[in-house]
């Protein structure tokens, strides 16, 4: 069995992506990594390819006429993905702000086996922790996605869907998976507040043009205001061994209330359901469980 890993990355400097750590989370289940970055004002490239002999750099230009709804993000990875070889089984997908637990290593790698001829199957489902403000606060309310598919069968059929969050098949076709419970740890809202107003600046402009991303840069200068958040929730537990180093640094505090929550009322009562049943109503799914 084959295993490929791929992702997309552009100025991981400049907007403190912590690439090096994604990159290394899923090095130990991959035989190669396929990593198209894009043309940067930094030097992420070179932070890339220090990472480790497996990974293979796909140089790539992005496309600045896919600016909206994210388009560009789905472009991105799909450029990856392609360039890996067809002799690979399956693909494991990690974007620069994620980083897959170790703990979950042993089971994803296990469910690749087994699961490697099964026609019905066409990707694995993760579990996602999403941090905010530190690394020591986690998102509690209904708007973060619960799980997503991070490890897809090397079926070129399959691309990135919308703003590359997910995937598809065919003609908008849902992929069909089987749920782990490994996780993904996504530290896409944890920075320094200068580089997460840089970040969300510039990144507003991939989701909603030029116009605004002009107007952001102008309008907010400041260092990003973590206390605009609906609700968080303590983090207990222990983050990958390669986000150790990088958690041992963080430079700023963030304190959050945990008594206070901005929640609407109809989020309050999803809220309550999914901690009595485990369920969460009206759940968005960008994939078919198997």
């Not at 990707?123 to 598919?149: C, M, P, Q, T, V």
């Not at 998976?177 to 970040?199: C, D, N, S, T």
Request: aromatic share 14%; proline share 2%; net charge positive.
């Amino acid at each position: 069995m084959k295993v490929a890993g791929f992702s997309f990355i552009k100025n991981a400097v400049k907007f403190q992506y912590p690439i090096a750590e994604a990159l290394l989370s899923i090095l130990p289940l991959c035989d190669e990594v396929v990593v198209a970055v894009g043309n940067s004002e930094d030097n992420t490239r070179e932070i890339v390819a220090s990472v480790h002999p497996k990974i293979r750099i796909l140089d790539t230009v992005w496309d600045e006429s896919l600016k909206q709804g994210g388009r560009v993000l789905a472009a991105e990875t799909d450029k990856a993905f392609k360039a890996i070889g067809s002799d690979a089984d399956w693909c494991i997908y990690i974007q620069g702000d994620e980083v897959m637990h170790e703990e979950g290593h042993a089971e994803v790698q296990d469910a690749m086996h087994k699961w490697k001829d099964a026609a019905n199957v066409d990707g694995l489902l993760f579990k996602y922790r999403h941090f905010y403000g530190s690394f020591d606060y986690l998102g509690a309310s209904s708007k973060w996605y619960r799980n997503e598919i991070r490890v897809i069968k090397n079926d070129k059929r399959i691309y990135s869907y919308r703003d590359a969050q997910g995937f598809r098949k065919g003609s908008n076709e849902k992929l069909r998976v089987k749920q782990l419970k490994a996780f993904i740890h996504h530290y896409g809202w944890v920075r320094q507040p200068e580089a997460m107003q840089a970040k969300s600046n510039n990144f507003g402009r991939y989701w909603n043009g030029d116009e605004w991303g002009d107007k952001a840069q102008k309008t907010y200068t400041g260092p990003f205001d973590y206390a605009h958040i609906d609700a968080l929730e303590k983090f207990t537990g222990a983050h990958p061994a390669v986000m150790r180093q990088r958690v041992a640094q963080m430079n700023w505090k963030f304190d959050y209330d945990l008594s206070y929550n901005n929640l609407k009322l109809k989020d309050r009562f999803k809220n309550s359901v999914e901690k009595i049943t485990g369920k969460r109503l009206f759940d968005y799914k960008n994939y078919v469980i198997v």
